[in-house]
């Protein structure tokens, strides 16, 4: 079983639309979570972190995670063309009560925002 | 701050031959780490280092390829002999502490021929 598993994609929604990725880890040691952004050619850009179980709302994204379900997700509302990207999902595994520095990436999904 | 810098941006070389790719982490971050990216194996951590001591280098493919941090503003990738496939783009990142967010340099692209 991989570390961290997202579905590929690619992902097609219109414009307006919600946009909706998922990702789940197998490590239940892991204690922060992240969703990087990253357009073609380019390096992966930090958009969410979260560390605790709930919502966390950032302007047009949510980032919603639930340990006990290892689930970490993240919503964009009014994707718009800009949005198309890859999304990675990437968790950070901490083990034997200290912080352990590993963060691990997700495949990422492909999203495509069409007009 | 002027982030992750990283050099050179693109590198082709031949088969065989030694490459080194460089990085600069965002002043005042512990935590640098060298990722390799393919169409493949996606986005794999290669090693990590905190307050330049490796920590965790299993993500290293073989004994072709090191690193090192001589300092905390400078680490170095070496890959010696290169096989066309270690061609991919080699990200270096750093991190502020651990369990924290990773910021990413711009990525070297190298092409082994």
């Known amino acids: 079983q991989k570390e961290v598993e997202q579905n590929s994609g690619p992902l097609s929604v219109p414009e307006g639309a919600i946009a909706s990725l998922n990702c789940t880890y197998s490590?239940?040691?892991?204690?922060?979570f992240f969703w990087y952004r990253q357009y073609s050619g380019k390096s992966p850009e930090l958009i969410m972190s979260?560390?605790?179980?709930g919502d966390k709302e950032d302007g047009r994204f949510t980032a919603q995670l639930n340990k006990a379900s290892q689930y970490v997700s993240l919503l964009i509302r009014d994707s718009q063309p800009s949005d198309s990207a890859t999304y990675l999902c990437?968790?950070?595994?901490?083990?034997?009560?200290?912080?352990?520095?590993?963060?691990?990436f997700g495949q990422g999904t492909i999203l495509t925002v069409h007009p | 701050d002027a982030g992750v810098i990283q050099s050179p941006r693109h590198e082709v070389t031949e088969m065989g031959q030694e490459v080194t790719l460089r990085c600069k982490p965002i002043?005042?971050?512990?935590?640098l780490f060298w990722y390799r990216q393919t169409m493949m194996r996606g986005l794999e951590l290669l090693i990590y280092f905190n307050n330049n001591v490796p920590i965790d280098d299993s993500g290293m493919p073989e004994d072709r390829f090191s690193a090192k941090m001589p300092n905390a503003s400078f680490s170095t990738l070496k890959i010696q002999p290169s096989e066309p496939r270690d061609s991919a783009v080699y990200f270096c990142?750093?991190?502020?502490?651990?369990?924290?967010?990773?910021?990413f340099g711009a990525g070297t692209r190298l092409s082994v021929l």
């Open positions: 990437a968790v950070n595994v901490r083990r034997g009560g200290t912080s352990y520095g590993k963060l691990t």
């Open positions: 490590d239940r040691g892991s204690q922060s």
């Open positions: 990142a750093s991190s502020t502490l651990a369990g924290g967010p990773a910021y």
């Open positions: 002043s005042g971050h512990d935590y």
């Open positions: 979260i560390y605790s179980n």
